[in-house]
């Protein structure tokens, strides 16, 4: 076995400088890989502030909203609150009308219901039931719901009307002379002590 230090010298050091070369390029493809990296974190990072900035606006804009739509409810509530006996009355309006409505609807389709074969061709799907025998389910039930409706706006008014008159008769000015006259009597010197 000749082997020779010369050779196995050079052997080592191509060795040693391929190593060198590779260490040094995995170094820079770390640093570049890194980099890049450290790049697209901070775009994200941007992404990410942009997306809250984003929320944070439609946050605020909803806020602002839901207030100016609280206010108008608020303010729609209060109208109807003055304007108690108004509405319950238009409310009944429209009850009494769905009432009616209903009760001819109800009253054509009993009339108007399938009977016999076209009953039978109704239930197996191969034909269709008139459509007033289909409303009148749906109008009975608007109805019902109107006349619910209106029952509470009718009591509604009452209590509301009860309560009113309750604070003019603490007030004692029903008519507006009571009023007067407890100025008059607030205005006069005080009675002498005996």
Excluded: C
Excluded at 29 to 40: C, E, H, M, R
Excluded at 60 to 89: F, P, W, Y
Excluded at 96 to 114: C, K, R
Excluded at 146 to 164: H, N
Aim: net charge negative; charged share 20%.
């Amino acid at each position: 076995m000749n082997i020779s230090f010369d050779r196995l010298k050079d052997a080592a050091a191509t060795t040693l400088s391929a190593a060198g070369k590779v260490g040094t390029a995995i170094r820079d493809t770390g640093q570049d890989v890194s980099a890049k990296a450290l790049t697209l974190l901070e775009q994200e990072q941007e992404h990410a502030q942009a997306a809250m900035r984003q929320v944070r606006s439609i946050s605020e804009t909803a806020l602002a909203e839901t207030s100016k739509l609280t206010g108008q409810v608020i303010d729609k509530v209060k109208d109807v609150d003055l304007n108690h006996k108004a509405v319950a009355d238009k409310v009944e309006a429209v009850s009494m009308g769905l009432g009616i409505t209903s009760g001819v609807a109800a009253a054509g389709a009993a009339i108007a219901a399938p009977t016999g074969l076209s009953a039978v061709g109704v239930a197996l799907g191969i034909s269709s039931a008139p459509l007033i025998v289909t409303a009148a389910p749906i109008l009975g039930v608007a109805a019902t719901a109107a006349g619910v409706i209106s029952g509470g706006a009718y009591f509604y008014s009452k209590w509301r009307s009860t309560q009113e008159e309750a604070q003019d008769a603490g007030r004692g000015d029903t008519d507006g002379t009571e009023g007067a006259a407890a100025v008059v009597v607030a205005d006069a010197p005080p009675a002498p002590k005996v």
